[in-house]
């Protein structure tokens, strides 16, 4: 009968260990497969990282053609300034902004908080931009951090794409240049 329960008892061990082998190889295997799923998910981690860094620059970067102009009730622009800069192109970048074969160094940008509306705005610079307004809800200030003051260093980004530039009491309309 000793016999009898020894070999049960060492069959019992043997199946025991078998099963536990089969786990381990399942489990060795499952850890090589999700080792892989992890660095799959890193890759495309740092793929999407690339891409928004790539996306994350500011919608103002690039050329901008002039295409309109007004005045506020009161501007200290002269007239020939006025026209000297209906037909410029500024070009926003990262260190510098060029304002048509002038380049400019400068530190950043500076955004405000405070979104404009169409009253505020009307409020605050007393101008009269209603028809420029036309598919635009908000304004965001810009400010270009520079040493030197210069055309095209203050000017408002709006949600249709455009920029208005503000130069002593004179408003400036953008678009994206081709």
């Given at each position: 009968m000793k016999k009898y329960l020894m070999m049960l008892a060492a069959g019992l061990l043997t199946v025991s260990l078998g099963g536990c082998a089969v786990v381990t190889d399942s489990s060795q295997t499952d850890s090589v497969e999700v080792e892989e799923v992890a660095e799959e998910a890193k890759d495309d981690t740092e793929k999407n990282d690339t891409e928004q860094?790539?996306?994350?620059?500011?919608?103002?970067?690039?050329?901008?053609?002039?295409?309109?102009?007004?005045?506020?009730?009161?501007?200290?622009?002269?007239?020939?300034?006025?026209?000297?800069?209906?037909?410029?192109?500024?070009?926003?970048?990262?260190?510098?902004?060029?304002?048509?074969?002038?380049?400019?160094?400068?530190?950043?940008?500076?955004?405000m908080l405070d979104v404009y509306?169409?009253?505020?705005?009307?409020?605050?610079?007393k101008a009269d931009l209603s028809d420029w307004w036309n598919g635009a809800g908000e304004l965001s200030f810009?400010?270009?951090?520079?040493?030197?003051?210069?055309?095209?260093?203050?000017?408002?980004?709006?949600?249709?794409?455009?920029l208005w530039i503000y130069c002593d009491g004179v408003f400036f309309r953008a678009e994206k240049a081709a």
């Open positions: 860094e790539e996306t994350d620059e500011p919608a103002w970067y690039g050329s901008w053609k002039i295409i309109d102009v007004k005045a506020a009730a009161v501007s200290a622009l002269a007239e020939e300034e006025v026209e000297k800069y209906k037909d410029q192109t500024v070009t926003y970048g990262e260190t510098t902004v060029m304002v048509g074969d002038t380049s400019y160094e400068i530190e950043g940008y500076e955004t509306t169409q009253d505020s705005m009307t409020q605050d610079y810009v400010q270009v951090l520079a040493n030197d003051d210069f055309f095209g260093s203050v000017f408002f980004a709006t949600d249709n794409g455009e």
